[in-house]
C-alpha cells in the first residue's frame, strides 16, 4: 500500500505492507525508498509492519521551496509519521546518511525507538562527504546531466539505476544537488554521549567491499559507541541491493532479540 502523510507542508511518500511490530526502513544519498525493495518483502514475510518512506525532498517526497531537507529536519519529520500513524515505538533500520537521521531519532526520542540497525552509515562527523563534493559544486544549468553520470560511478547494477530512475533529467538532478548541499556532518558529530546512554539495542552491518564509508575507519567505532555487533556482509556500499538475503538473515536475528512491544 502506499500513501501520502502530510506534515505541514511536507508531502511523505510512503510504501507500507505486512502486520506486527513496526519497522521504518530509511535510504541515504543518494537513493530512494527502492534501496530496499528486495529486502522489505522478506520482513514482511517474517511478521512485521514494514514502513519505506522516500525521504522528504528525495524520491517522490516534496517539500515546499527554500525547505531544508538535512538530516535534522528529516529526524523530526520522521517522528512526525509515526505519530500521524499512531505508533508509539518503532525499530529503525537506516542505511548511509539516513542513519544520520536515524541516530538523531534515537538522541532526540530514544523511548520511541525499540532498535537501531545502521547499515554502511555515520559516525560523528564521518559522512564520506569528499564522495559527494561534485554533485554539491554541480552547475544546476546542467543539473539533466547528473543521473547518467552518477549511474556509470556507481557501476552496472541495474537495481541501483532502477532506484535512481527517479532522479532522470533536469527536475531529478536539481533534486540530488539540493540534497547533496543540504547534507551536514556537524548534525551528528557530538551526539555520540546521548546515543551511548539511550540504552537503545543496535546492530551495525557493512559491506565487505564499502568503497565510501570504511569499515575500520567508521562502522568498527560505531559498532563501539552503540554497543553493537558489526556483521559484515558480501558486496559494496549498497548492501540492500547487493546482498538482500545476508542483510534480512543478519535483520531478522537481530530483531528476533529484541523484547516484544507491550500492544504486539
Not at 539511550?198 to 568503497?211: C, I, K, M, T, Y
Not at 569499515?215 to 559507541?225: D, R
Not at 552503540?226 to 541491493?241: N, Y
Request: proline share 8%.
Amino acid at each position: 500500500m502506499t500513501e501520502t502523510i502530510q506534515i505541514g507542508g511536507v508531502n511523505i511518500h510512503l510504501e507500507a505492507d505486512g502486520q506486527g511490530p513496526p519497522l521504518l526502513l530509511l535510504h541515504g544519498f543518494p537513493a530512494t525508498r527502492h534501496l530496499w525493495s528486495r529486502v522489505a518483502p522478506q520482513l514482511v514475510k517474517a511478521g512485521f509492519r514494514v514502513l519505506v518512506p522516500d525521504l522528504a525532498g528525495y524520491g517522490d517526497s516534496t517539500v515546499p521551496p527554500g525547505t531544508r531537507i538535512d538530516m535534522a529536519s528529516q529526524a523530526g519529520w520522521m517522528l512526525g509519521m509515526l505519530e500521524r500513524l499512531e505508533i508509539d515505538r518503532a525499530v529503525l533500520i537506516a542505511h548511509d546518511v539516513g542513519s544520520a537521521a536515524a541516530q538523531l531519532m534515537v538522541a532526540r526520542a530514544p523511548p520511541r525507538i525499540r532498535g537501531l540497525a545502521v547499515l554502511d552509515g555515520v559516525y560523528g562527523a564521518e559522512w564520506a562527504m569528499d564522495a559527494i563534493a561534485s554533485i554539491r559544486t554541480w552547475d544546476p544549468a546542467e543539473a539533466h546531466r547528473l543521473c547518467p553520470v552518477l549511474a556509470r560511478r556507481l557501476g552496472k547494477s541495474a537495481a541501483l539505476r532502477a532506484m535512481l530512475a527517479a532522479y532522470q533529467g533536469e527536475p531529478g538532478g536539481l533534486q540530488l544537488i539540493r540534497a547533496a548541499q543540504d547534507l551536514d556532518p556537524a548534525q551528528t558529530a557530538d551526539i555520540g554521549e546521548r546515543l551511548r546512554a539511550s540504552g537503545v539495542p543496535a546492530l551495525v552491518l557493512w559491506g565487505e567491499r564499502d568503497e565510501f564509508l570504511s569499515i575500520e575507519q567508521v562502522g568498527t567505532p560505531l559498532a563501539h559507541l552503540l554497543g553493537a555487533p558489526l556483521v559484515r556482509v558480501p558486496g559494496g556500499h549498497f548492501t540492500p541491493l547487493d546482498s538482500p538475503a545476508e542483510v534480512a538473515a543478519a535483520l531478522l536475528a537481530f530483531l528476533t532479540r529484541l523484547p516484544l512491544p507491550e500492544d504486539c
